[in-house]
């Protein structure tokens, strides 16, 4: 199957409550389809082989002035590299101040201990030699996550605006293992946690 992306060379689905880490080679692009709207992914990258750089969205931030993106953005590391260019997206409102849902966050909150992204994602990359320290929660791009900057200073997670078959393109401007959570958490997704589609494509 041929796109305007280039090939569809995979293709897969994760439920809620799962991880995924995989490799990307520059100039291939990551789809990311929110099946049945309102889902939260929570999204980090390193430089192939060098895990001391790594996605870092308070940097894309300074990088854009603003906090803000969406199509025709740029996701930079900690060294100020380009990692990747967003080509598409439909719906173009994602939280770009970093951090995971996690154990601790759980127990602080007063909820039932459990699991959350950090959490997870520290045990997936295991699977490539890196310790949890490599995790850091300034690398988190929360794809679809709404959360408001009210005038009065209110910081406030909201329903995501995604609807269903809303989709994101990054495009990989370098080498790169990236890896995903798809959040079981329900105060940050909509009424239910629900699975996400991810493909891959080659420019040629």
């Not at 699977?127 to 408001?148: D, T, W, Y």
């Not at 809303?166 to 959570?181: G, T």
Request: proline share 5%.
């Amino acid at each position: 199957m041929s796109s305007q992306l280039g090939k569809l060379v995979d293709g897969w689905i994760l439920q809620p409550d799962t991880t995924d880490s995989r490799a990307i080679k520059k100039g291939q692009t990551l789809r990311i389809i929110d099946l049945e709207g309102q889902q939260v992914a929570d999204f980090v990258a390193w430089k192939q082989g060098d895990p001391d750089e790594y996605q870092h969205v308070v940097y894309t931030n300074f990088a854009h002035s603003s906090w803000k993106i969406g199509a025709g953005g740029k996701l930079y590391s900690n060294h100020m590299n380009l990692m990747w260019s967003i080509t598409e997206d439909d719906c173009e409102n994602h939280y770009m101040g970093g951090g995971f849902c996690a154990w601790d966050l759980y127990t602080f909150l007063g909820d039932e201990p459990q699991f959350g992204c950090r959490d997870r994602l520290q045990e997936e990359i295991k699977k490539h030699g890196m310790i949890p320290q490599h995790l850091r929660e300034i690398s988190c791009f929360n794809i679809f996550m709404n959360v408001a900057y009210d005038p009065d200073g209110t910081w406030e997670i909201r329903p995501p605006e995604s609807k269903p078959g809303d989709h994101i393109d990054l495009l990989a401007e370098m080498d790169m293992l990236w890896a995903v959570s798809i959040c079981n958490d329900p105060w940050s997704n909509g009424e239910k946690p629900t699975a996400m589609q991810f493909e891959l494509y080659n420019a040629t």
